[in-house]
C-alpha cells in the first residue's frame, strides 16, 4: 500500500504494477523517482524502499525482494 512516510518491509529488488498510471517511489538511494504511464503488467527492476502515495495511480503494486 503506498505510504508517504513508512518504508517497505524489505527494500525491493523490483516492482511489480498490475494496474497501470503513475507511480512515485524513493529509491535505496534516498532519491525519489516518478514514473509516468507505467503499463499494467510491468516489471520495473528498481531497488525502492517506499512506494508513495502522493504522485501514484498505479495499483496492485507488489515488491519483489
Avoid: C, H, K, W
Avoid at 517497505?8 to 538511494?29: D, F, I, K, P, Q
Avoid at 520495473?44 to 495499483?59: N, P, Y
Amino acid at each position: 500500500i503506498p505510504n508517504d512516510s513508512a518504508d517497505l518491509v524489505e527494500t525491493t529488488r523490483a516492482l511489480y504494477v498490475g494496474a497501470g498510471g503513475n507511480l512515485s517511489v524513493l529509491m535505496a538511494s534516498g532519491a525519489t523517482l516518478n514514473f509516468s504511464g507505467v503499463q499494467a503488467g510491468s516489471i520495473l527492476a528498481i531497488r525502492a524502499q517506499r512506494v508513495r502515495a502522493t504522485d501514484t495511480t498505479a495499483g496492485q503494486i507488489v515488491g519483489l525482494v
